[in-house]
């Protein structure tokens, strides 16, 4: 079993930041990647960033890519997620989640097969 707990998320203006984590625990020895998706009411959850673990691949969405960094801390099991100058368009409740199938397309949602409960990002205008 793994378990993930993000963190890190709350109410921020428009053109703000904030810093979401996503800490790892229980049987890791295979992890391949870890990724962030993202989900507003009423729509299906999407793809936002993912990397591999140990060769520190990174994809992103189109809606993020220049504003959102992900990374990795292979340490700590921990997998951040930068995100600058952000929007109300952004505002969702992000979920962060551990595939460990070696050659999936990261941006899928059937790639992973843990998840995390998910956090608040709510960005006022």
């Known amino acids: 079993q793994v378990r993930l707990v993000e963190s890190g998320g709350g109410l921020v203006q428009a053109g703000g930041f904030l810093r979401l984590s996503c800490a790892a625990s229980?049987?890791?020895?295979?992890?391949?990647?870890m990724g962030w998706f993202r989900q507003i009411p009423g729509k299906e959850r999407e793809f936002v960033s993912a990397?591999?673990?140990?060769?520190?691949?990174?994809y992103y969405a189109d809606s993020v890519k220049g504003r959102f960094t992900i990374s990795r801390d292979k340490a700590k099991n921990t997998v951040y997620l930068q995100m600058n100058s952000l929007t109300p368009e952004d505002t969702a409740v992000y979920y962060c989640?551990?595939?460990?199938?070696?050659?999936?397309?990261?941006?899928?949602?059937?790639?992973?097969?843990?998840w995390g409960q998910g956090i608040q990002v709510t960005v006022s205008s």
């Open positions: 229980g049987r890791l020895f295979s992890m391949d990647a």
């Open positions: 989640a551990a595939g460990f199938l070696y050659g999936n397309d990261w941006t899928r949602i059937g790639s992973y097969g843990y």
């Open positions: 990397v591999t673990w140990v060769a520190v691949n990174t």
